[in-house]
């Protein structure tokens, strides 16, 4: 099993990133998806959840109608376009399907 992040970087207060987690070695349309994040000094925190088959999304309270989550089951992708982005958004993203974690994309938000 693989998940491989990718899109993360420096953005400015207010800027959007797009990230991207590609997903191998196992059926990926029988999964739920998440995108977690852990900031430095703080826990691992769920941000946002779909459902295998993108048809339910769940997000934290934090960063409701700023961020949303998609997939791709012919691609075995899935996204986080994260818009309106603060500082504390900084944190490590990793993406996650059961028990399964990617290795982590950083993204930094600052002036």
């Known amino acids: 099993v693989q998940l491989v992040e990718s899109g993360g970087g420096l953005v400015q207060p207010g800027g959007s990133l797009r990230l991207s987690c590609a997903a191998s070695?196992?059926?990926?349309?029988?999964?739920?998806m998440s995108w977690y994040r852990q900031a430095p000094g703080k826990e691992r925190e769920l941000v946002a959840t779909?459902?295998?088959?993108?048809?339910?999304?769940s997000y934290a309270d934090s960063v409701k109608g700023r961020f949303t989550i998609s997939r791709d089951n012919a691609k075995n992708t899935v996204a986080l376009q994260m818009n309106s982005l603060k500082l504390e958004d900084t944190a490590v993203y990793y993406c996650n399907a059961a028990r399964f974690w990617g290795q982590g994309t950083q993204v930094t938000v600052s002036s």
């Open positions: 779909i459902s295998n088959l993108g048809t339910t999304t």
């Open positions: 070695g196992f059926t990926f349309s029988r999964y739920a």
